[in-house]
């Protein structure tokens, strides 16, 4: 992941860029999904645009299509997040607002100072919710999570971090912000 600051300057707000760290798995598989789709999507439109003249045939080749398109842009959402996403945080003095680059459907996000208590690290190696425990294994140790408190509630900012990264953003976010 790299980091980089751009102002420290009052006045001007403070950037920090944290890339994501690319599962190659990931990019193969999806890489491959993307082409096998994007293959499978026109052989069906032009067999069944030259095939079908009713109606009713178009409408199911539409409902297939359709299928089809939801499913790629979902294998599209992976692979731009995995291959190029990157979390953006820019600090202003009363605002911190997170941006997610290249990730599909996402809005920035934009915390006040006024109600965020305080940043920590977390690790989610074992991570209980209502439903169950879920176990995340990683070889690197990516797994803790920079999160910010808001009147005890926990909002993830960056994910599946190292402890050194993770410990390096939060206190940098402290530093600036506090």
Same mark, same amino acid.
């Given at each position: 992941?790299?980091?980089?600051?751009?102002?420290?300057q009052?006045?001007?707000?403070?950037?920090i860029?944290?890339?994501?760290?690319?599962?190659? $798995?990931?990019?193969f598989?999806?890489?491959?999904? %993307?082409?096998? &789709? =994007?293959?499978?999507?026109? +052989? /069906?439109?032009? @067999?069944? $645009?030259?095939?079908?003249?009713?109606f009713?045939? %178009?409408?199911s &080749? =539409?409902?297939?299509?359709? +299928? /089809?398109i939801? @499913?790629?842009?979902?294998?599209?959402?992976?692979?731009?997040?995995?291959?190029?996403?990157?979390t953006?945080?820019?600090i202003?003095?009363?605002?911190?607002?997170?941006?997610y680059?290249?990730?599909?459907?996402?809005?920035?996000?934009?915390?006040?100072?006024?109600?965020?208590?305080?940043f920590?690290?977390?690790?989610?190696?074992?991570?209980?919710?209502?439903?169950?425990?879920?176990?995340?294994?990683?070889?690197s140790?990516?797994?803790?999570?920079?999160?910010?408190?808001?009147?005890?509630?926990?909002?993830?900012?960056?994910?599946?971090?190292?402890?050194?990264?993770?410990?390096?953003?939060?206190?940098?976010?402290?530093?600036?912000?506090?």
């Amino acid at each position: 992941m790299k980091e980089n600051l751009h102002s420290n300057q009052s006045d001007r707000p403070t950037i920090i860029e944290i890339k994501n760290k690319t599962n190659w $798995l990931t990019a193969f598989i999806t890489s491959i999904g %993307l082409i096998f &789709l =994007s293959l499978m999507g026109f +052989i /069906i439109i032009i @067999l069944g $645009l030259l095939q079908y003249d009713d109606f009713f045939a %178009l409408t199911s &080749l =539409s409902s297939i299509t359709a +299928i /089809i398109i939801c @499913l790629f842009i979902f294998f599209l959402y992976i692979w731009l997040w995995n291959n190029f996403g990157k979390t953006v945080l820019t600090i202003d003095p009363e605002t911190l607002t997170i941006e997610y680059k290249n990730k599909l459907f996402t809005s920035p996000k934009t915390y006040l100072k006024k109600e965020t208590d305080r940043f920590e690290t977390k690790d989610f190696k074992i991570e209980r919710h209502q439903l169950g425990v879920r176990y995340h294994f990683s070889i690197s140790g990516s797994t803790y999570s920079v999160i910010l408190i808001q009147k005890e509630t926990e909002t993830r900012i960056v994910d599946w971090l190292t402890k050194d990264k993770a410990d390096e953003i939060a206190g940098e976010l402290k530093r600036i912000w506090y």
